[in-house]
């Protein structure tokens, strides 16, 4: 009985350069298109037979992986916390996409208050299970509106006077008027496999992992 095509699902992004010589150093080679930003494919043939790469949002990739529509992928340790899939195995940190995900806030508010005296936040975030688990480890009651992009222009509109988002550099807040004030967790991205998929065709998934492990 043959083995179906394995898909890998990779996010979209400037990770991709980060993870070009991880994929080279596993012997994957995608096709051109992979790494034209402008492309508007889906799915791309690689190297090897039997072995397709999709191109999708950094969130879906743990999505596609949980319900086996993805036999492997790359996703960032943010995305696992957030979704928590019981479906999914994260062997291997890649050791690449690192950022924190951090509290954020405005400069000129930081200065009449302290976050450790804080009992009820509203935050602006694309993490709210991530968020409400922080805060309520700490104590503190969160409410979480949950946006997918432009976080750091919400407490100038009066959405929310904090936001939680990855950090990088720190330039978008800074240019922003807003300032880190606490780290929730740092961030890497994971290769992440399917856990069926690991059971049905263990040689073969383990094969992979071992290959990224090395590579990594």
């Known amino acids: ?32 298109a992979f790494y034209d930003e402008k492309s508007r494919l889906l799915k791309f043939a690689t190297n090897i037979p039997g072995l397709e790469i999709i191109r999708v949002r950094s969130f879906d990739v743990a999505t596609f992986t949980a319900f ?4 492997l992928g790359v996703a960032g340790s943010d995305v696992l916390e957030e979704f928590d899939y019981s479906e999914i195995y994260a062997p291997v940190d890649l050791k690449i996409g690192a ?3 951090s509290v954020a806030m405005p400069e000129a508010e930081l200065a009449k208050e302290k976050p450790q005296r804080w009992s009820h ?10 968020t409400r ?12 509106i949950k946006l997918s992009g432009a976080m750091e222009i919400a407490p100038a509109l009066g959405l929310a006077r904090r936001i939680v988002d990855l950090v990088s550099s720190g ?9 880190e004030v606490e780290t929730i967790m740092d961030v890497s991205s994971r290769l992440i496999v399917n856990r069926t998929a690991l059971k049905t065709m263990p040689d073969v998934m383990n094969g992979w992992i071992e290959k990224f492990r090395k590579a990594a």
């Open 1 to 32: 009985m043959s083995q179906p095509n394995l898909i890998l699902a990779l996010p979209k992004g400037r990770i991709l350069d980060e993870l070009a010589p991880i994929l080279a150093g596993c012997g994957i080679e995608p096709e051109a």
């Open 68 to 71: 086996g529509a993805a036999h």
């Open 99 to 101: 950022c924190r995900l």
């Open 121 to 130: 936040v509203r935050v602006a975030t694309k993490y709210p299970n991530l």
């Open 133 to 144: 688990k922080y805060f309520a480890a700490r104590g503190v009651q969160s409410e979480s």
């Open 171 to 179: 330039g978008t807040l800074k240019a922003n008027g807003l300032v």
